[in-house]
């Protein structure tokens, strides 16, 4: 009975999505693999200014809980950072894709990601049915990190480490609280703000804190919504599916690189840490979380043993 109740919301949902018969078995074939399990989802910064996208954003974290998968959602901001910033005429700077966060920075990060994004996203995804609750790594302890220590080779060759400020590193995720708003129906909405040992404020990198929440529950699958197509190869081409061993070959031997890099050692770290697959996917597809879930093709690279 419930079967047919949720192969009847899928084909409705699937018509208005336009989409054949075929393709409904095949997505049906996908549900069982995530029905009942946890997918973590990281909504970036460049993704959101897109109004109508957004909306489908939101459509699909809804869709996928009537379809009985627990959604947790990670957002990023980092382009809205930078315009309050701008405002506020405060300079600021990145060392590899991390903005180097002095305490006037992390107090603009803050209010940004856990105010105004935060609850612009709870807001849409409730628009659409859903009971979101936004959150942020620094409610119930949701993320202690630690100051991150970043190093980097230097010109002459020696590892230099650098101060990026009150930029975290996650250690410890409080699962249990998202164990329990999941288990009550909530989705939860989480800012990418963790809470030091002493009480600080950190800003973490949001791919970094969608992967540790994904690890820390043992999520079925960590999706990176982004703005490009996914991994591509050595000639440009959208690599579906890769094993950590080839991405890290991949990094290694430069074919990827810049702000893909991060992502991917996100989706690998995540993957040898027992989430089942951590997929790149293109944010612009339309529905493309549910394209990535339910279909064979998917929207991006799939990271998976
Ligand atoms: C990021 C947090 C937001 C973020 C920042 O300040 O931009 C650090 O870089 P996106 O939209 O995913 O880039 N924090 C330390 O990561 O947002």
Known sequence: MLALLLLLLLATEALRMSISGPQIYESLSHFGMHAGKTVVVKYGGHAMSDEAAARCFAQDIVLLQKLGVRP???HGGGPQIGNLLSRLNVSTSFVDGLRITDAATVEVAEMVLSGTINKQIAA???AEGGHALGLSGRDDSLIVAERLLKERRGDDGHLEVIDLGFVGEPKSVNAALLVRLLGQ???PVVA???TGRNGETFSVNADTAAG???QALGASR????TDVPGVLDARKNLLEAITPASARDLIADGIVRGGMIP???TAVTAVNNGVDGAAIVDGRVPHAVLLELFSEKGAGTLVSS
Not at 222 to 225: P, S, V, W, Y
């Open 192 to 194: 990418p703000i963790a």
């Open 212 to 214: 540790a929440v994904a």
């Open 124 to 126: 849409a995804i409730s």
């Open 222 to 225: 960590l999706l990176l919504l």
């Open 72 to 74: 947790v959602v990670v």
């Open 263 to 265: 992502k991917l050692q």
């Open 185 to 187: 129906d909530v989705i």
